[in-house]
């Protein structure tokens, strides 16, 4: 079996990654051009055509490779069989992230296929988010109310003139956090790459200003037609009621009236993340699967 070329990715990338995508639209968050460039660095992503199609390898924390979903196939059988094959050829032995409709393409290898919860993304209905209806949010609608009453405040479209000032609140939630997680530090890097290149990317932002400072901030972009992902939020918790409105806020300013769901990423099993993320009453999670061969 031939040697595949895998190529780092770059923004120069773009055009290739939004023509597979605009065909074949995504539906696990990974699969946005912004993400796998912004997490590119950290995670060593790469990808190659393939027959046409788009394959995509990345490493794991313990330097083990693997593949991610390929896109753009029409023989999905065919393709992972293939990637199968060359994996056991080249001891890259996972394929992670693997989406609910086509865990059955892996079925009749043998493989060893099990849910990977903490990579599940949480799916919100846009209008729940937007307008925090209902008994299961009423502890966020007392939050935001907290906020607008304890603060004069500014909700604006973020721009460039922002970057230290996202770059100095990400850094300050970073010193709250355990030193030694590297998940924190990783999604700092990711967060800087993104941040760097924003005005070449197809995402979105929005900041919250108390007295002139940056609070709070949202990053997102269209995953596909009818959903919208967001990828980076973060707040100064000393606010109270920060993370909440600044979840609102960015909501209704990008996603209400357009997208009717909204997809906030997974939790990468980390208990509080997890119950927040919870605590806003998710319409779905969106499994997705590991396989090891």
């Known amino acids: 079996m031939n040697q595949l070329n895998f190529k780092t990715i770059t923004i120069e990338d773009k055009k290739i990654f939004e023509n597979y995508f605009s065909l074949y639209p995504?539906?696990?968050?990974?699969?946005?051009?912004?993400?796998?460039?912004?997490?590119?660095?950290?995670?060593?992503?790469?990808?190659?055509?393939?027959?046409d199609g788009l394959l995509i390898s990345a490493i794991d924390r313990n330097n083990n490779p693997?593949?991610?979903?390929?896109?753009g196939f029409n023989d999905c059988q065919g393709i992972f069989d293939f990637i199968i094959q060359y994996g056991i050829e080249n001891n890259i032995r996972l394929i992670e992230l693997v989406p609910e409709y086509?865990?059955?393409?892996?079925?009749?290898?043998?493989?060893?296929?099990?849910?990977?919860?903490?990579s599940f993304d949480y799916i919100y209905k846009t209008e729940l988010l937007a307008t925090?209806?209902?008994?299961?949010?009423?502890?966020?609608?007392?939050?935001?109310?907290?906020f607008k009453e304890k603060y004069t405040y500014s909700y604006l479209p973020y721009t460039d003139s922002f970057k230290n000032s996202c770059l100095d609140l990400f850094d300050k939630w970073m010193r709250n956090k355990d030193s030694s997680d590297s998940s924190?530090?990783?999604e700092f890097l990711a967060f800087k790459n993104f941040i760097e290149y924003f005005p070449k990317l197809n995402a979105?932002?929005?900041?919250?200003?108390?007295?002139?400072?940056?609070?709070?901030f949202s990053f997102g972009e269209k995953l596909n037609e009818n959903t919208f992902v967001i990828h980076f939020e973060k707040a100064d918790s000393s606010?109270?009621?920060?993370?909440?409105?600044?979840?609102?806020?960015?909501?209704?300013?990008?996603?209400?009236?357009?997208?009717?769901?909204?997809?906030?990423?997974q939790d990468m099993g980390i208990e509080g993340l997890r119950k927040a993320k919870?605590?806003?009453?998710?319409?779905?999670?969106?499994?997705?699967?590991?396989?090891?061969?």
């Open 239 to 265: 606010y109270t009621g920060s993370y909440q409105i600044i979840n609102q806020l960015f909501v209704q300013s990008e996603a209400y009236g357009k997208y009717a769901f909204v997809n906030r990423e």
């Open 66 to 71: 693997y593949f991610l979903p390929p896109v």
């Open 204 to 216: 979105s932002g929005g900041i919250i200003l108390v007295e002139g400072k940056v609070v709070a």
């Open 184 to 186: 924190v530090n990783d």
């Open 278 to 293: 919870l605590s806003y009453a998710p319409f779905k999670l969106l499994k997705k699967y590991m396989a090891s061969f």
């Open 102 to 118: 086509q865990k059955k393409y892996l079925k009749k290898h043998g493989v060893k296929v099990t849910a990977d919860r903490n």
């Open 132 to 146: 925090l209806r209902g008994w299961r949010l009423d502890g966020k609608r007392g939050f935001v109310r907290k």
């Open 26 to 51: 995504p539906k696990i968050s990974e699969y946005t051009f912004t993400n796998l460039f912004m997490w590119s660095k950290v995670k060593n992503i790469k990808y190659c055509i393939y027959n």
